[in-house]
């Protein structure tokens, strides 16, 4: 089962190192999952090929979410989880994003981007290029910082109310 | 001549069919929904940002608490993600026996599915019923948990606790008497004029829209797509069981609903090959590192005392690294994604809910139908705010 799956993964390494010759990225496999660390700038592009080679088809994104790597540089990974209906295979993408800077929003090749997006930026505060509606949707709209990152308090409350319960 | 003027209204989050905790703004055309645009949030509860600050054994609590319609979907989503990172495989019985309890988690599931989605439209009966059956599924939680709802029985290397006397009789009793009740449902409804007229084409999504949305569970299926994870990419030894993929071919409210009562007819199925399998053995994995010592061992061995008060104080470490883990949860991939930094708590968990990705396919189902339509829509997705808001 394992080394049919490794030749799967390979199979996508190949594809994508043939395609994008330019392009740099680095494979990580870990407990039979392959992850691709891609440059920001490369995402659209890798994944509009990805979703549409007759090979591969990735034309299902799963899920969407970042990762704060407080005290790294680059300090926030975004991560892509893509799935292959027909073919039913798992890919992981990863982006590096500095804080203060901005990734491609992916919501041209997935629709499904659109949300995901939307709480990666209201929980970290990564903004995504290119997107059409990018507001908070957990929180509300006034609300400030960014819950989910690391250096933010897991016992937090907005400001308003702080001011009110001490009568300042 | 008039000019022609839209009005906006909130709907919800008071409206019986919005759950109380989502607000739909809506842009009519007298009664025609002209656009839809969700707002969430009201719920937030903060989970992925709480599992970052507790022990990987105490998150499982946590899990409950999002989809509380099937607590133990996502315990099953969350201990396989931990298995996976720890590298482990539970022994046979502890997997047969989750199989059997998530399977009847989704029965349980999709009977409060149907018994909402009937009364949003007007069918009073079918709620008292589906609520009596699923009843007796929250008697099997408590038999086997001590809890009604947030059972949390599922652990990182097998289960809470064995099975109690008498349950399996319990549950093939269940199973016996169930899929005549279910009959009696599609009595009331499969071929009620009244149902038909309400759901069929209503709420129509295209195949390559839905797999656009990321829509995944039946409201995929509904559209003909055949995804189905415990098919597709099994898990918990799904492989070993015969069942059918339910599959629709138009995607409106009424596929959605037959291929509900469709999985439920598998789901026993399902349940009826575990009880006929359910292999002797230990639930959990011999790994004193992981599961606690027996409670008579630790006033019996010094060992026991050790790990026992290790496990309680520190828990347990996993090795760094990160995997994402998927299950057919009773709405669609319900995904974990894990991420150790070798310590003993989570450096970070997201939960892939599909009733918020499902959610997002609202505005593309409704827009161009009646508001009355928009209420049999929103129970067709079948979503629980506490997945949606996490």
Known sequence: ???????????????????????????????????????????????????????????????????????????????????????????????????????????????????????VFDMFGIRFEGHHDLRRILMPEEWEGFPLRKDYPVQASPKWWEEETTGD | MTERRTMTINMGPQHPSTHGVLRLVLELDGEIIVRCTPHIGYLHTGMEKIAESKRYQQVIPITDRMDYLAPLSNNLAYVLAVEKLLGIEVPPRAQVIRVMLTELTRIGSHLVWLGTHAIDIGAMSVFLYAFREREAILDMYEQVSGARMMSSYFRVGGLFADLPEGFEQTVRSFIASFPDRLAEYEDLLTRNPIWIERT??????????????????????????????????????YDQFHFEMSRGSHGDVYDRYLCRIFEMRQSVAIVRQALERLPAGPVVVADPKLIPPPKPMIKQSMEALIHHFLLWSAGFTVPAGEVYQSIESPRGEYGVYLVSDGSNKPYRVHFRAPSFVNLQALPRMVEGRLVADLVAIIGSIDIVLGEVDR
């Open chain 1, 1 to 119: 089962m394992d080394h049919v799956k490794e030749a799967e993964e390979n199979l996508t390494v190949s594809k994508l190192r043939e395609r994008f010759p330019e392009a740099t990225f680095s494979t990580r496999s870990f407990r039979n999952e392959t992850t691709f660390l891609v440059r920001s700038g490369d995402i659209i592009r890798i994944c509009r090929y990805l979703k549409e080679d007759p090979g591969l088809l990735y034309d299902f994104l799963s899920d969407l979410t970042a990762v704060d790597r407080f005290g790294d540089h680059p300090r926030f990974e975004v991560v892509y989880h893509l799935y292959s209906l027909q073919y039913k295979w798992r890919l992981r993408l990863k982006v590096h994003v500095e804080e203060g800077e901005a990734t491609p929003s992916v919501t041209s090749v997935w629709g499904a981007a659109d949300w995901h997006e939307r709480e």
């Open chain 2, 200 to 237: 069929r084409g209503v709420g129509v999504i295209k195949p390559e829209d839905a797999v656009d949305l990321g829509l995944s569970g039946p409201s995929l299926r509904a559209c003909g797509v055949a995804w189905d994870i415990r098919k597709s990419n099994p898990y918990s030894g």
